[in-house]
């Protein structure tokens, strides 16, 4: 083979391998899907993207608590009682940053209505870029700090997929998983995956 065939070789499997990288990455920090990988969830898949739990076959919210992106220290069992919406995302993550302001929207329109919003940073190797992406997008709630994704393995198996970022449940008042989304959500979303919960006596 001449070098510059060879060269040409290189060149295409260096083009090759850059697009599978792109892929790889694209599919950890996208739509993500809506598969959470099997497990006992009860979840009804909606055509929307939006997985819903009925009243009496939600899997409980496992223990969630550790310090926050602000050095804080948070139980997200304290707030049972209140609906709770838990968004995982990263700094990093394309997708996150065009929802955060939809959040941030939805949660100061129902935090007086009994909803917490809370978030789990994940893949971040220091708070440093959680925190400006807070302040970048207005981010108001709390983050728990996960850089290793400890916090998402806690859930039934199939709840979450930690290759789906950003992610969404909405936990019903008495701590319960009532609705998920692998996907980032426009305001009109969040809104449609909160207010049945919200909704209920």
Do not use: H
Not at 142 to 159: C, H, I
Not at 180 to 189: M, V, W
């Amino acid at each position: 083979m001449s070098a510059a065939r060879r060269a040409r070789s290189r060149t295409a499997l260096l083009a090759t391998s850059g697009a599978a990288a792109a892929a790889l990455l694209l599919s950890a920090c996208g739509s993500g899907g809506t598969s959470g990988g099997g497990g006992e969830t009860n979840f009804v898949a909606g055509a929307d993207g939006i997985d819903t739990a009925g009243k009496g076959e939600r899997a409980p919210a496992p223990d969630l608590s550790g310090k926050t992106i602000d050095g804080k220290q948070l139980d997200v069992a304290d707030y049972k009682g209140k609906v709770v919406v838990l968004n995982v995302w990263g700094s990093w993550c394309a997708p996150c940053r065009a929802e955060a302001k939809n959040l941030e929207t939805v949660y100061q329109d129902t935090k007086d209505q009994g909803v917490q919003f809370v978030g789990i940073n994940t893949r971040d190797t220091s708070t440093g870029p959680a925190l400006a992406f807070e302040k970048e997008f207005g981010v108001t709630y709390p983050s728990l700090y996960d850089p290793a994704g400890r916090l998402m393995l806690r859930f039934e198996k199939g709840t979450l997929n930690p290759q789906a970022i950003p992610s969404t449940l909405v936990i019903d008042r008495d701590g319960k998983v009532a609705a998920r989304t692998l996907q980032p959500l426009s305001e009109e979303k969040m809104r449609e995956m909160l207010d049945p919960v919200l909704a209920e006596k």
